[in-house]
């Protein structure tokens, strides 16, 4: 059975900076795509940033505008892991913050139906 669970969301003041980690087990997703959504009171769940298998050992990383310039992806195949460093945190990056793997090889992915596992999700506040 595949499992994703995220950890390190929490409180933090605006400009600071958080670490979520998303460890996955039950099979590696080395060259799939693997991502972190998020979903705001009120609003639908969105793409942030995802990660991709262009060849060999490279993986390319790709993120929404809201975020681009202070979120980066990473992904450390050996530990079967994805994390995501989030600075300059600001009030609207308020969330629920998902991990999402998908077993579709290739392409940049930036919508929830082409993620096949989903983690249950980890808070992130972002205070004024």
């Known amino acids: 059975q595949v499992q994703l669970v995220e ?8 400009g600071g900076s958080l670490r979520l980690s998303c460890a996955v087990s039950g099979r590696t997703f080395t ?12 609003k639908e769940r969105e793409f942030v940033a995802g990660t991709s298998w262009i060849g060999g050992s490279t993986y390319s990383g790709y993120y929404s505008d809201s975020v681009k310039g ?9 530990k079967n892991t994805v994390s995501l460093q989030m600075n300059s945190l600001k009030p609207e990056d308020t969330a629920v913050y ?20 989903w983690g249950q999700g980890t808070q992130v506040t972002v205070s004024s």
């Open 7 to 14: 950890s390190g969301g929490g409180l933090v003041q605006a």
């Open 31 to 42: 060259n799939y795509p693997m991502a972190w959504f998020r979903q705001a009171p009120g």
């Open 70 to 78: 202070r979120f980066t992806i990473s992904r450390d195949n050996a």
């Open 98 to 117: 998902y991990c999402a793997a998908s077993s579709k090889r290739g392409g940049y992915l930036y919508t929830e139906s082409m993620y096949h596992y």
